[in-house]
């Protein structure tokens, strides 16, 4: 392993002052498993005032980034280093933030509040890796492991819960039992966690595209991080088009979504998969045969989604394009160039300049719905084909589904018609756009005009 340029220059400012520091995190974790490009973390027992003292007399420029917890930032050949004095954290009256942080001399004792052994392993450019936890076992064997009594160190802090799936994730690592025990006990307490510090996590886990594999593999987690996938767990959806519950149903589909789009989708279409069918249990009723029902289940869906993310705090635009996606999820629409252009649209009227890329998305959504649910209803994923077809035909002529792509302009109305500025210009285009997004009349300058002159 070799330190980069930056931190090396950092470490010897230090060190050369008489102090000790060490790369700590997830530098060394990830250079360990041979990828380099993740940030530096620097960590010494110089208190922030003397880390900044040193290293801007080196002639570095210092950020003040986080003196709260005795975090400076030092700039070193453009590259930003994060400087933090060893310190550990009192106790966690509430589950979330230390009652105090205290500063300490030696690097073992900020090692072992870190969060999993491999999270846990410092490494210097000349004294080495210094894995007090066996990290870099664990690492090369794929465990996650808590450092310390895994109950304890959640109940401290109830983040460190859906951290440890999202790293199993990422790193397609298995949960050590006495971990993967404590996290089913401790789910619960992930209430008390600060919604949006669990919606970064949780966004993490969705934009890495393994939402599917969290469902499947931490089922308590998920639901006490998303309550209201709470009821989709083995709910029954007594249907023919369905073998799976709605909870296992939501997992194939978010793996489906993965597989249509070759593990590129769009983070939009990752988190309508996760809440496509959330409203499915609320919505449920049974017909006299005993067959199951789910009318209006995509707008409430869609209004559930939104409450959810708004809670975890997902940015407005992906929480707005993933709604749509739910909301429409399961309309039927016929494969007609008309269908096409309704569904436009609605896609634009909920986010506008982005209806195209929606439209491709809600089919790779529809494809992992019909994949998801039973072997007939798989072939419906091919029928899909042809909607994306007549979508790309549309998009190749230039979208027709608002006045402003009809090829004549409210000034031609208001010239071939002999009307005056007013209500009547726009009605007599949004006739036009009717007649036109129908089928009924081509999109052609002459034609339109010849329509209207003789309209009247
Ligand atoms: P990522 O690539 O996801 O950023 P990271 O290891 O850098 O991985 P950070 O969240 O940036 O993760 O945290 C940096 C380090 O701080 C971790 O490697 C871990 O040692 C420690 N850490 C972070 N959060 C916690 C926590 N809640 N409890 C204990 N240690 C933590
Ligand atoms: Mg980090």
New binding site residues.
């Given amino acids: 392993m070799v330190a980069p340029f930056a931190a090396r220059v950092v470490i010897e400012a230090l060190e050369a002052a008489g102090f000790e520091a060490w790369i ?3 530098w060394v ?2 250079a360990l498993r041979g990828e380099s490009g ?2 530096i ?1 620097v960590t010494s027992n110089a208190l922030w005032q003397e880390s900044a003292r040193v290293l801007s007399n080196a002639g570095y420029e210092v950020l003040l980034s986080g003196i709260a917890h005795g975090t400076i930032t030092a700039i070193v050949a453009d590259e930003p280093i994060e400087v933090t004095t060893y310190r550990v954290e009192g106790t966690y009256s509430d589950h979330r933030h230390p009652d105090e942080v205290r500063f300490v001399q030696d690097v073992r004792e900020d090692l072992v ?4 052994t491999f ?2 392993m410092a490494w210097h450019p000349t004294r080495g890796l210094l894995d007090p936890f066996g990290g870099a076992q664990d690492l090369a064997a794929g465990i996650v492991r808590v450092v310390g009594e895994p109950q304890k160190r959640f109940e401290e ?1 109830a ?2 819960i859906i ?1 440890a799936v999202r790293f199993s994730l990422r790193l397609g690592f298995v949960v050590e039992p006495r971990t993967q025990r404590a996290l089913e006990v401790c789910a619960p307490s992930l209430a008390e966690v600060a919604s949006e510090r669990l919606g970064k996590e949780l966004d ?1 886990i969705v934009r890495m595209g393994k939402a599917g594999c969290g469902l499947m593999d931490q089922p308590e987690v998920m639901c006490a991080a998303i309550p209201e996938l709470a009821p989709s767990r083995g709910f029954d959806q007594r249907s023919v088009y369905h073998v799976y519950d709605v909870y296992e149903h939501i997992a194939h589909v978010c793996n489906a979504v993965e597989a249509f789009t070759a593990g590129l989708a769009p983070a939009e279409l990752r988190w309508a998969a996760l809440l496509h069918d959330v409203a499915k249990p609320m919505t449920y009723s049974e017909d006299a045969d005993g067959h199951g029902h789910f009318f209006d289940h995509p707008r409430q869906g869609a209004i559930v989604a939104r409450e959810v993310m708004r809670r975890l705090a997902i940015p407005h635009e992906l929480v707005d394009a993933a709604c749509v996606l739910i909301r429409w999820h399961d309309e039927r629409m016929p494969a007609t160039e008309p269908a096409i252009r309704r569904m436009l649209a609605r896609l634009y009227a909920a986010c506008p300049g982005r209806e195209v890329p929606l439209a491709f998305e809600l089919f790779d959504l529809r494809r992992a719905d019909a994949v998801s649910k039973c072997a007939s209803a798989a072939s419906w994923a091919s029928e899909l084909d042809k909607y994306a077809r007549l979508l790309r035909a549309e998009v190749a002529r230039g979208p027709v589904f608002a006045t402003r792509h009809l090829a004549v302009s409210g000034a031609d109305v208001m010239r071939t018609c002999g009307v005056a500025p007013g209500p009547a210009v726009g009605m007599q285009l949004e006739m036009l756009l009717r007649a036109v997004m129908a089928g009924e009349l081509p999109n052609d300058r002459e034609l339109l005009v010849a329509w209207l002159a003789g309209s009247l």
Avoid: P, S
């Fill in positions: 700590v995190g997830g974790r990830d993740h940030d973390d509040r870190r969060d999993l999270n846990a802090d983040l460190r951290r993490a």
